[in-house]
């Protein structure tokens, strides 16, 4: 609803016209301009002064030390037209949208200072700067509320203009007319500077919509990277549940070799030795033993490839029966016996691999045995989609003979197309994520375009000026 203009650059553009008019007018010596914020505000406010030394060459800068227009401004309601009030040719400007010319201040009905201050002579020419509404673009569903004067009526109801700033030029005694020459010319140049604020504008909203963008490219990037997230965690846990498959098809497995060979499952028979051992303290140390016991017994239910397996013994089962000795009074010859049989649980983890127990197995071909052993044993720390296909493909040959050939066949080429889904999705979501980073313009760019650069500054204060453009008349 407001045109957004740096300071540095709004006071740059204001003494720049100041410099301009006060070297054109040899009678002009004096020149200031107020900004007039946004409705229903209106806070007029004194954006720079300039005063030319008599030769006409050198300026002066500076703003009076008092006055109700320094900063923060003076509002509508303080300086519109109103019964037993000085008037002011601020007022008129900016209701009316019209020039106010003092050429005689003596009897000029709006020469404020003058009639309140008693000060001298007030030789001036006050020009609204105009913006045209349709220059710029309006909110169509925005409700602009424009203030009322001292009769109620809206200001600007009728107007396709809106006054964004005032220029006031002071001259010499006697030499400034309603209609000269030199009002003409203020009133062109006014016309200027409604264009240069609107063209910093335009700058400014270009500067507005890139940091948009790159505030939408970030949240568009977080919603991938969560995306992304999900599918790495969906991704982790469909691998988990073909590992555990694999896992349940080796111990089917290594049972079949055991049943043919009628021997013994050395893995159950040590863990429950250990657990025993435990049961035979008689409840010593109550709950380290009962981790334990209950750490041996998950042992069964994991189905660990050997490596994978002896690991998990040496820093889950081991470790706990370690601090279970130190802290109890169990001989060293049934130490010696825990020792011995997790050393016979780790030998055991690799029955269904070893060659001479799988060579006894006729079933299939020494091909299909080969490559079935290598797959089930492999130590696999990322999905391969080729394996698992094989891995299928074997389980449909009849001579496997597991319990859960046919179901664990199903079961893994679902999981295998699920992998396969989620892992496209990754690379869908990696994909659109780089993209959206790389894509448009770079964040390096945006704060040294040159448009950035004079639209706004480190440091500038927003100064908000009103909808509209560059044009009007008296």
Not at 90 to 108: F, G, I, L, R
Not at 355 to 376: C, F, H, N
């Amino acid at each position: 609803m407001s045109l957004e203009i740096g300071r540095t650059v709004l006071e740059r553009a204001c003494r720049e016209m100041i410099e301009t008019i006060l070297l054109c007018l040899p009678d002009a010596y004096k020149g200031t301009i107020y900004r007039i914020g946004k409705p229903p505000g209106l806070i007029a406010e004194r954006i720079t002064s300039g005063i030319i030394d008599r030769n006409g060459m050198e300026i002066s800068w500076g703003l009076p030390s008092q006055s109700d227009y320094n900063r923060p401004g003076k509002p509508w309601l303080a300086y519109r037209d109103e019964q037993g009030r000085a008037l002011e040719a601020m007022a008129w400007c900016v209701e009316t949208q019209k020039s106010w010319t003092s050429e005689d201040p003596p009897n000029d009905p709006r020469d404020a200072r003058g009639i309140v201050d008693g000060e001298e002579p007030d030789y001036h020419h006050m020009e609204p700067v105009l913006v045209k509404r349709s220059d710029l673009s309006l909110n169509m569903h925005s409700c602009i509320e424009y203030p009322r004067n001292i009769d109620g009526n809206m200001i600007w109801e009728k107007s396709d203009y809106v006054v964004v700033a005032v220029i006031k030029i002071h001259f010499h005694p006697h030499t400034i007319k309603i209609g000269s020459p030199e009002a003409k010319v203020i009133k062109k140049l006014s016309r200027s500077l409604g264009t240069q604020l609107l063209s910093y504008q335009l700058r400014q909203d270009s500067l507005n919509v890139v940091q948009q963008l790159a505030k939408d490219r970030l949240n568009a990037c977080d919603i991938l990277a969560d995306s992304l997230r999900n599918a790495i965690t969906k991704s982790g846990l469909v691998f988990s549940l073909i590992k555990q498959e694999i896992g349940f098809l080796r111990e089917q497995w290594e049972q079949l070799l055991r049943d043919q060979r009628n021997e013994r499952n050395i893995k159950v028979e040590a863990i429950e030795r250990l657990n025993g051992l435990l049961l035979s303290m008689n409840g010593e140390h109550g709950a380290l033993s009962e981790d334990l016991i209950g750490v041996q017994k998950r042992f069964l239910t994991l189905h660990l490839p050997p490596d994978k397996g002896k690991n998990w013994v040496a820093l889950q089962i081991e470790e706990r029966w370690k601090d279970f000795f130190a802290d109890s009074a169990m001989p060293p010859e049934k130490q010696e016996e825990v020792w011995q049989t997790i050393d016979l649980l780790k030998q055991s983890l690799g029955f269904g691999r070893e060659p001479e127990v799988i060579e006894q197995y006729d079933r299939i071909s020494e091909d299909v045995k080969e490559d079935w052993v290598r797959l089930i044993y492999k130590e696999n720390d990322h999905f391969d989609p080729l394996d698992i296909e094989k891995i299928i493909n074997i389980l449909t040959h009849s001579g496997i003979e597991i319990p859960s050939q046919a179901k664990s066949g199903k079961t893994l080429a679902q999981l295998k197309a699920l992998a396969e889904t989620v892992k496209q999705l990754e690379q869908n979501t990696n994909f659109l994520l780089r993209q959206v980073l790389n894509g448009g313009n770079h964040r390096g760019d945006v704060g040294n375009s040159h448009g950035v650069s004079e639209a706004m500054e480190p440091g500038d204060e927003i100064y908000e000026l009103p909808f509209g453009a560059s044009d009007g008349s008296s």
